[in-house]
């Protein structure tokens, strides 16, 4: 690490927290030429690998802004639209590598989004999983019922 105000090399560790939930590290540094220090902020990179095959780096914000377009009129808070991006973010990175297709990220935006706003879900997934019908969406919606345990009328399935 060079230091930012002599350019020197050599710099000493004098402190390390965690900080972002663990998603990156705060070292706080002394240069051993001249005596200043600085902190510097170290994160690990999660590299999205696009349709084309050309990587580059995850970016919340555009996790955030796909989201924002599929709930455009809804009660959807920008604080909701964050927490949903930091969950597909740890999602992600729980896969333990350090490259992930973009389609994946697609999947992982799935269900939280289902969770925060249903019909931001159904826009959300009728571009993602391209449908080409009224019948697309009928199905998913008979599936999410399903998932609930509601029949089409939104009554109740008992279960035995």
């Given at each position: 690490m060079y230091c930012q105000f002599c350019h020197h090399d050599q710099t000493r560790?004098?402190?390390?927290?965690?900080?972002?939930?663990?998603?990156?590290?705060?070292?706080?540094?002394?240069?051993?030429?001249?005596?200043?220090?600085?902190?510097?902020?170290?994160?690990?990179?999660?590299?999205?690998?696009?349709?084309?095959?050309?990587?580059?780096?995850?970016?919340?914000?555009?996790?955030?802004?796909?989201v924002r377009r599929a709930c455009q009129g809804r009660e959807v808070s920008e604080s909701q639209l964050k927490k949903?991006?930091?969950?597909?973010?740890?999602?992600?990175?729980?896969?333990?590598?350090?490259?992930?297709?973009?389609?994946?990220?697609?999947?992982?935006i799935l269900e939280p989004l289902k969770e925060l706003d249903e019909v931001g879900y159904l826009r959300f997934a009728s571009v993602y999983k391209s449908f080409s019908s009224a019948d697309d969406f009928a199905q998913e919606i008979s599936s999410m019922r399903k998932g609930k345990g509601l029949q089409a009328n939104g009554n109740e399935v008992k279960k035995n």
């Open positions: 560790v004098l402190d390390s927290r965690l900080i972002d939930n663990g998603m990156g590290i705060r070292r706080r540094r002394e240069c051993l030429n001249c005596g200043k220090r600085f902190s510097t902020i170290e994160r690990s990179q999660l590299m999205v690998v696009k349709r084309d095959g050309i990587p580059e780096e995850f970016n919340r914000e555009k996790v955030i802004q796909g949903l991006a930091q969950k597909v973010e740890e999602s992600l990175r729980e896969k333990g590598t350090p490259r992930v297709d973009s389609n994946d990220i697609g999947l992982a």
